[in-house]
């Protein structure tokens, strides 16, 4: 999710026909399961959470799909395979996060809004106010994870089906978004789903083959493949079974992964895509059961990942994944085609496609339904709106958002995707998470508190990543290359020197909403706390399956 | 249909100061706080051992396995454990307290 998809050159591995018919079969299963699911889309429930209606189980899968990004599968073994043991750090970021969405937020959340983050934020606060600044960031979180995985589809199409020109992969973009609006304003939030599922079953199938395959060759003995991956990587050698090849290089670096591994593990539980799948179930029972299983499943996919990353090490070897196109994001690729041929290699590839389809379009309908449920259902039109009125507007917002989606995709196309991700973790995690956990268990949080969390968190994120390294000034010292967004290393305006802003926005952000609250005077409503708080652990009340 | 709708429960004020609904509060805060505490500390004590001590980290117990390994492996091991033990507690210990208040707030003539 947050290693850089390098834009490559053409691949000279594979063969893209089978690559591109393994795709279209996918697209044309998922197409008929979309159509199939929106036989029921009747209401603003059906349309926004699927009419509350899946179970557990199903839902988990689905975060599951949500959540493992193409970049998580083929940015995490490929970092795994070059830098060894710290790319393992950032799956445990993303595993342990987990646990603060299981414990703290997806019951109570489950219990106590209706589509959006905001629902519950704004439950006992000033309403207009409160849910703008959860509306504008949850707009923000999706459009930078929509458009680092857009852009990441460029790189992956030119890695993958060896279209090298940009022309090409704008237009491969242009379908990856058009597909996307086709999911979500034909299938809804059942639609999307669906794909999110079917994607989720291939890529652990696929991962888990891949896994046993690695494993077998090494008689099922961790020891002897991470001893392979040791001889075959002669300039890391030994550093590679533990921290520090990335990170440890100075005191600076090590601050740096801190900050990350705090973003990580307090980002999950405020990614709006990721919360308004809880509204997909009928209570906060099956909530529960959706989070344990997307646990184990996530749990496991990144446990293969690990095994996937030495075996590439092992069997490819660093030197070939350098010179692929790709770079690191073509380590599991590379070993799909060592292990099982083309075909193989067709089939990851598919998957990892399928990936991107099914990431764009939960994020597109958690935007659209933001925009259309919270500005313009509640702000604009005071809730003087029907459910149609809203769904409407938020079939038009989806397009738009395609619409914006491919555009931005195309320009991003080639620029740092870590960048884009880490900024949607860190706006998560200190714009949305302090003010969920303030409004969901202090009593004497208020409007000002939220307000100043959420606009201070957001402002103090984004101002600190425009003058990191990551933006301008990083130059790679023996090469005297630029490693920044801005190329050209004449332009250096950076004065913030980490790449993750997160150890100083979270702290900052939950100070805000406590020095918010306690200066205001605005009184607590009590009996909308009351609501809340026996409405979000009783269930009282609480938005029912729409029965079909 | 019977309506087992609490007289005394008007208002969700009146659950909330009621002693069942105290009880459920205090039961739910008293396990997800400490665990919550429990696993932050040990992901940022393996975070910080992870940037600041390599010997240690790169120690090896048997083969190619390092304690770095171990460490890692055991993230995912407690987070696992943590899972198991929570869905089973709320399973047997919350949802059954909170469907009795649930159905006295909202009566039985849903």
């Given at each position: 999710?947050t290693?850089?998809?390098m ?7 594979g ?15 998922t197409l ?17 959470a ?10 988990g ?9 193409a ?40 219990n ?18 409160v ?40 237009i491969?973009i242009?379908?990856?978004?058009i597909?996307m609006i ?10 999307t789903?669906?794909?999110q599922?079917?994607?989720?079953v ?16 090494y ?19 030994e ?9 440890g ?20 539980a405020?990614l709006?895509?990721?919360?308004m ?11 529960r ?6 646990i184990?499943i ?19 070897g ?5 010179a ?10 590379l070993l ?15 998957i990892?496609?399928a ?18 449920h ?12 029907s459910?149609d009125?809203?769904v409407?507007?938020?079939r ?9 989606a491919i555009?931005?995709g195309?320009f ?40 100043w ?20 000034g ?11 967004m801005?190329?050209?290393t ?15 926005t979270?702290p900052?952000?939950f100070v805000?909403?406590w020095?918010g609250t306690?200066?205001?005077?605005e009184?607590?409503d ?16 609480a938005?029912?399956?729409v029965q079909? | ?16 100061l009621?002693?069942d ?7 739910f805060?008293?396990?997800?706080f400490?665990?919550t ?8 004590v393996?975070?910080?051992?992870a940037a ?26 407690s ?8 869905v ?16 006295q ?6």
């Open positions: 999710m290693a850089p998809l834009l490559p050159l053409a691949t000279d591995i063969n893209p026909t089978v690559n591109i018919i393994i795709f279209a079969l996918f697209v044309a299963a008929a399961i979309v159509f199939r699911a929106s036989r029921n889309n009747k209401t603003a429930a059906d349309f926004y699927g009419g509350r209606s899946f179970t557990g189980p199903q839902n899968i689905a975060i599951s799909g949500d959540y493992l990004s970049a998580s599968f083929l940015g995490i073994a490929g970092a795994i395979a070059l830098n060894g043991y710290d790319g393992f750090l950032y799956s445990i970021g993303f595993l342990v996060a987990w646990l603060v969405a299981l414990l703290l937020v997806a019951e109570l959340l489950r106590t809004g209706r589509f959006t983050m905001a629902d519950v934020l704004s439950f006992r606060l000033k309403q207009r106010p849910r703008m600044a959860a509306a504008i960031s949850t707009l923000v979180v999706c459009f930078f994870y929509l458009l680092a995985q857009m852009a990441g589809a460029g790189g992956l199409v030119a890695l993958l089906l060896g279209v090298s020109h940009r022309a090409g992969q704008s491969v242009a379908v990856v978004g597909l086709t999911y979500v304003l034909v299938g809804g939030m059942k639609g789903t669906w794909v599922i079917v994607k989720a291939l890529l652990v199938i696929g991962a888990g083959i891949m896994t046993l395959w690695v494993l077998a060759k008689s099922f003995n961790l020891s002897s493949l991470l001893g392979a991956a040791v001889d075959k990587s002669p300039a890391a050698g550093k590679l079974l533990s921290p520090g090849l990335q990170y290089a100075t005191g600076l670096t090590k601050l740096d992964f801190i900050s990350l591994a705090l973003a990580l593990v307090l980002g999950t405020g709006p895509h990721v919360l799948r809880f509204y997909t179930v009928p209570d906060s029972k099956e909530a059961r959706s989070v344990s299983w997307a184990w996530i749990g496991i996919f990144y446990l293969f990942t690990l095994v996937l990353g030495y075996g590439a090490a092992a069997i490819v660093p030197d070939r994944i350098k692929a196109p790709g770079k690191a994001n073509s380590a599991a690729p799909a085609f060592e292990l099982g041929g083309e075909v193989l290699l067709g089939v990851i590839s598919a990892a496609f990936t991107i389809l099914a990431v764009v379009a939960g994020l597109t309908i958690t935007a659209s339904t933001s925009f259309a919270d500005i313009y259902g509640q702000i604009i039109k005071n809730g003087q709106i459910g009125g809203e409407r507007v938020a038009y917002t989806a397009v738009v958002i395609g619409i914006v555009i931005g195309i991003a196309n080639g620029q740092n995707i870590a960048f884009l991700v880490a900024l949607a973790f860190a706006v998560a995690a200190s714009a949305n998470l302090p003010t969920i956990l303030y409004s969901l268990f202090w009593r004497r949080f208020n409007t000002r508190g939220a307000l969390s959420i606009y201070g968190g957001l402002a103090s994120t984004i101002i600190l990543i425009v003058f990191s390294p990551v933006v301008s990083k130059v790679d010292k023996k090469t005297g290359a630029s490693l920044s801005i190329t050209d004449s332009i250096d305006f950076h004065w913030f020197p980490l790449d993750n802003p997160g150890i100083v979270i900052l952000a805000l909403g020095l306690i200066t205001s005077k009184p607590v009590v009996d909308r706390f009351a609501e809340m708080e026996v409405r979000s652990l009783t269930g009282a009340g938005e029912k399956a079909h | 249909m019977s309506d087992t709708r609490d007289p005394d429960l008007t208002t969700y004020r009146d659950v909330q009621s002693p609904f105290s009880e459920l509060r205090r039961r805060r008293r396990f997800v400490p665990m505490a429990l696993f932050l500390v040990w992901y940022f393996y975070v910080l051992l600041y001590a390599h010997d240690f980290m790169s120690h090896k117990v048997g083969g190619n396995i390092t304690v770095a390994l171990l460490f890692g492996l055991g993230q995912f091991v987070t696992f454990a943590i899972t198991l033990i929570y089973r507690w709320a399973d047997r210990r919350l949802d059954p307290d909170a469907e009795k208040l649930r159905h707030i909202e009566g039985e003539a849903q």
